[in-house]
Structures are given as C-alpha cells and as structure tokens.
C-alpha cells in the first residue's frame, strides 16, 4: 500500500470546485434555533427531540451536547416512544412533518410539546387538506418510511402514496377522478419530472403541484452545473438524508465519467481517489453542517 506521501507526490495541478448554495437550508436552521429555544426556556427540564430533528448525525451530537436528546428506536413506532417517555420530558416535533395522532397522545399524558416542522411541509399539508376539502383524490409522491412522507399520507385515509422506489398500482386510483399530486420536498426534480409525465398521460383530470423547495432545488442545480471535466464529486451529508441521497443520484445521473461518492466527514476521503484527478467537485445536503463542509473542502486544497 502507497503511503499518503507518495499519492502526495502524484497529486498535482488538482482544483477544487465547490457548488452554491452548500450547507443549512433556512428549514433547518429554523428548527436548530426551536430546539435551543426550547432548552434555554426549559433549563431544568428534559427535553426530547421525537425523531432525529434534521438528518444529520453531527448535528444531533451537537444538540445532544446542549442537553436535548433524541428519541430514536428502529424497533419502536413513533407512538410507542411517546407512550413511554416520561409526561415531565418536553417534546420537540422534527422539521420533517408529524400526525395529529402524535400530538393527541401528548395532550393525553399532559406532555408540553413545541412544532420544528418545515414551513414548506405545512404548506404542503394545508394544500392536502384543502384538496380533499373540495372532494379531489389526492396522491403524494415521496419515499415510503421517510418521516415527511409518513406525517403527510397520515392526514388521511384516502391520501394514495405512490412511492418513488415502486411501481405505481394504478388499481388504487380512480383515473376519471378530479386528483391533485404533490410530493416529498426534498425528491429529485429530475425523477419527479418523469413521473409527472406518466401520470399527465393515463389520468384524465389532473394537477400536479411540483412541491420541490427551493432549497432543494437549488442545490441539485448547483449539482448539475458543475463543471463537465470533474473527475470526482463528494457530496457531504448522512445516510439518513433524503436530500444529500437524491444530490448523489443527481450527480451521478448528469456526470456519468465522474466517480461520485457521499461522504459523512474528512475521514472518508481516501487518497487513492484522487489520484489523477484535475477537478473534484464538493457539494452539500441541506441538513449538513457548512463547517464540515468547509473544513473538507480546506483539506483538499492543502493538497
């Protein structure tokens, strides 16, 4: 094995590329300042996050440092964890969007709670609401067990889910029905676009409410203006982020000769990767702190 002196050596004339925007979307950074509000209100209190508050391991240590922890079980619904917890512990709704059953099991038990969610998922939700209101069938697009997409398919038993990683049945739908489409904020455009299309074809009366924030948006944008020639694209952001997911599918859909790889830190930059490489491209999700974006970014030009 090569030590890093000797990919050091080999390493030259390499450029760094960052895409704009990077870092936090003004969603999560609305619901870091809830959460820290809420603890300095309550200092003496527990306070709980139900759900990670954004998707972002880094960020969940940082609030967990602070005094507000996160209540997370794979194995346990989000029901049961409030079933469980203390009434004295304080809870805090993440930005992704939650059921109106979650909050009846806190008035239930006498447990104060506070809302993070996204302005751009409670757009969303009012919009689903006020479409079955006017007697429309409803289909959301998003990815099943994502939490935005679990908070908005619960306002309603008729709400049909066409999920992006399935076929859709299209058995589930009237076709001759007036129905409205909207989806998960944080999909790809580009694979949104197609399934719009799809559906524009087979159903008769339809209107489709591409639901993308800008934040979103915008930094698969800066994704797909990256420069043609980069040989290497990092995406920094967690495993859990659906956002940072979609800017990997993204690149990898628009730089095809590129090698594209997320990465949580500096310690999965490895430096046989960049051998050879003239251009690597940094980008970011939403919910990742810029300052870890910075400081990779500052480490690959001091190479």
Known sequence: MQSCFTYARIIVDMN????????????????????????????????????????????????????????????????????EINPSTIIIFSAHGHGKDLEDICNARNIVYYDATCSRVTKNHDLIRQALKEGQQVIFIGKKGHPETTASVSIDSRIILLDIKERFDYHKADLLKPTFVLNQTTLSFLELKA???????????????????????LRQQAVIDIPAHAGLIYIVGSSYSSNTEKLVE????THKDANVYRIDNIDDIH????????????????????ELTEEIIAYLRKI
Do not use: W
């Open 271 to 290: 430096h046989s990767d960049l051998v050879g490489k003239k251009l690597i491209a940094v980008g970011a999700g939403a919910s990742t702190p810029p």
């Open 16 to 83: 760094v590329y960052v895409t704009n925007p990077h870092g936090y979307c003004m969603g999560v950074v609305n619901a870091i300042k809830i959460a820290e509000q809420v603890k300095s209100d309550h200092p003496h209190s527990p306070v709980a996050i139900l759900g990670m508050l954004v998707h972002n391991e880094e960020v969940i240590q940082r609030l967990q440092k602070k005094g507000i922890f996160t209540l997370y079980d794979t194995n346990k619904s989000h029901k049961e964890l409030l079933q």
């Open 250 to 253: 993204v690149a990898k859909k």
């Open 195 to 217: 399934i719009h299309q799809e559906l524009e074809r087979i159903f008769d009366n339809i209107v489709i409410n591409e639901e993308i924030c800008s934040a979103t948006r």
